[in-house]
């Protein structure tokens, strides 16, 4: 199994996304979670996932990482994900806690200890990431891969040409693509097009209990979406692992992308290089289609694998 770890802010499709990956343990395995403040503030996110990972029986080590950007204060997606940053529905009190590590340290000796190279899934703000490899450059060479939700060639969520998670910390964002770890970029160019739709949702409830908790997340998570002029609720995070797990279902273009820090209309716009000659060769592939019906398919049968454990 190719060894994950995942650094999110729980978070309606980050919840999916964390179950998408539990449910497929043979291909994907999570050695750890790291959590950063990003849709709600990072208490809030970590007892999320702990949560959620109480509920699905799923002792992985949590740690938690930075409260806030870079620079400047954290801006939160209350708006989308509500007071709890993951409002819908109510989740037993966790039996798990955080390790005593912070996000950094934590991911340094899952890296540093580790046979294999590691896959990083980021999907938040990307501050957590950005400190480890500006602190501990080394751990580059052993890290696999960073397959991302974040930005978009098109547009953005938050401002016209950003999207929220490189929107909250454009400098971290802009450290990661510069990295020179190859980079898949879930924007919001594909992301947008894995959405989900209402009869989808109403199904999700005639099933079993991580599927029916699921689509609570989902109903409250839509009526954001529905009040931005979507038809369906877009599975933003899920696609980081979906791509993971079978990269066939999405189409792509490598390019070379990384981040406006500075502009007034553009901060935390991903910009990539579509020149026929661009200056510099390619860091990322850009996801920008995919098969919404293999997708979803993919998803209830995850979920359908989860109800029955
Ligand atoms: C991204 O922002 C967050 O609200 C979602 O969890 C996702 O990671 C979409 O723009
Ligand atoms: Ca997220």
Known sequence: ATPIIIDCDPGHDDAIAILLAYAHRDQLDIRGITTVGGNQILDKITDNT????????ADIPVAKGAAAPL????????AAHGESGMDGPLLPPSKFRPVEQGAVEFMLNIIRS???????VPTAPLTNIALLLTAYPEVKEKIEKISLMGGGLAY?????????????DPEAARIVFESGI??????????DKAAIIEEEIEALKQRGPVSVMVGELLDFYSIFGKKMGFVGSA?????????????ELFTS?????????EGKLTRG????DRRKKPDRPANTEVLLGVDREAFMKLLFDSLERLDQE
């Open 235 to 247: 599975l933003h995070d899920p696609c980081a692992i979906a791509w993971l797990l079978h990269p």
């Open 114 to 120: 580790s046979e294999e190279k590691i896959t990083l």
């Open 71 to 78: 620079l400047g204060k954290l801006v939160t997606g209350e």
């Open 182 to 191: 190859p980079i898949t970029m879930s924007g919001l160019d594909v992301t």
């Open 50 to 57: 702990l949560k959620l990972l109480s509920f699905i029986n």
């Open 156 to 168: 953005g969520n938050v401002t016209a040409t950003a999207e929220f998670n490189i929107y909250v």
């Open 269 to 272: 716009m991903t910009v990539a």
């Open 253 to 261: 273009e490598k390019l070379y992308v990384t981040v406006e820090t």
